[in-house]
């Protein structure tokens, strides 16, 4: 039988002295960066994290294929962004652990000068990120939360890594969902904006309230497995998200039909329609 263990947890189960990054992992607390990445079908995850996709499965047997064209909308609109927008920066906040087809190596197979800063909240995707970015100049990531969109903008690897007078995009991709009613999702998404200079793009990905009644059971055994907040917010309320901005071409739709390529998985699946992207420009 194949070890159904990552890296990581062999690593902590050998009882080594982990890196500096990973002492404070709590491997019975769930992560939803690793619940993700299982979904994604990674490795580095926990049974506890495991145990949480379980239940939300049994709720959304689909969960692991919106987390999957989640990706391909991601990978689709990165291309864009390089291949079209002439974007060669890229703030990439909420980015997860890193998987296939990551941010840095879908823009800099186009375009190899391009800059992307990873920020995420979860240490456990600071500890990967250095691991795996050990040598690059052009990559980096950061601990740093989306709540405090200051905390972001003004850590020195941002300021090294961006330059703020020049385009550059920045991708909300399944983040904003995470923020409760009460942490003003549409305020930080509106400090984002505020920070762009023309020519800067933002994207946001998330799921959607499309009036189903599983979406709210999904929300409320995310809630309950201890990952916080998984709001299932509508169509109506997202797109404000993008207001001021010039929505790019289809708008925000369903992630399996933002300019599709062909590894959206069982495409005609009608639960795409609960999770929602888009991209937009700022004039
Ligand atoms: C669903 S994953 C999305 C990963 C990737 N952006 C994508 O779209 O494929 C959400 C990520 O956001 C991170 N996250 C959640 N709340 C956050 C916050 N307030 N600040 C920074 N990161 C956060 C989680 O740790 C997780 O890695």
């Given amino acids: 039988m194949t070890d159904p263990r990552g890296p990581l947890e062999r690593l902590l189960d050998t009882g080594q002295e982990p890196p500096p990054e990973l002492v404070d992992v709590n491997t019975e607390e769930v992560s939803i960066a690793r619940v993700?990445?299982?979904?994604?079908?990674?490795?580095?995850?926990?049974?506890?994290?495991?145990?949480?996709?379980?239940?939300?499965?049994?709720v959304v047997p689909e969960t692991p294929l919106l987390a999957q064209a989640n990706r391909c909308f991601l990978r689709q609109a990165v291309t864009?962004?390089?291949?079209?927008?002439?974007?060669?920066?890229?703030?990439?906040?909420?980015?997860?652990?890193?998987?296939?087809?990551?941010?840095?190596?879908?823009?800099?197979?186009?375009a190899p000068e391009t800059r992307v800063l990873y920020v995420d909240n979860d240490p456990i995707v600071l500890a990967h990120g250095r691991a795996l970015l050990a040598n690059e100049t052009t990559t980096t990531v950061i601990n740093a939360d989306l709540r405090h969109p200051d905390m972001i903008f003004e850590h020195p690897e941002a300021e090294r890594l961006i330059d703020a007078t020049e385009p550059f995009a920045v991708l909300l991709g399944g983040i904003l969902m995470h923020l409760e009613d009460e942490e003003d999702p549409e305020g930080v998404a509106a400090s984002i904006r505020d920070r762009l200079p023309s020519g800067g793009y933002l994207l946001v990905s998330n799921t959607c309230d499309t009036g189903e009644a599983r979406a709210q059971e999904l929300g409320r055994v995310f809630a309950e497995s201890g990952m916080g907040t998984r709001c299932f917010r509508t169509w109506d309320e997202q797109i404000r998200y993008f207001d001021g901005l010039e929505l790019i071409e289809p708008g925000l739709v369903p992630n399996n039909r933002w300019r599709p390529g062909d590894d959206v998985p069982d495409p005609q699946n009608p639960a795409h329609a609960m999770h929602i992207g888009g991209l937009a420009r700022k004039a």
């Fill in 36 to 58: 993700y990445d299982y979904c994604l079908g990674g490795k580095d995850n926990f049974a506890v994290d495991r145990a949480a996709c379980a239940a939300m499965m049994e």
């Fill in 80 to 110: 864009y962004l390089v291949a079209e927008a002439g974007i060669r920066q890229i703030v990439d906040i909420g980015s997860g652990l890193p998987t296939a087809g990551n941010v840095h190596e879908v823009a800099q197979e186009i």
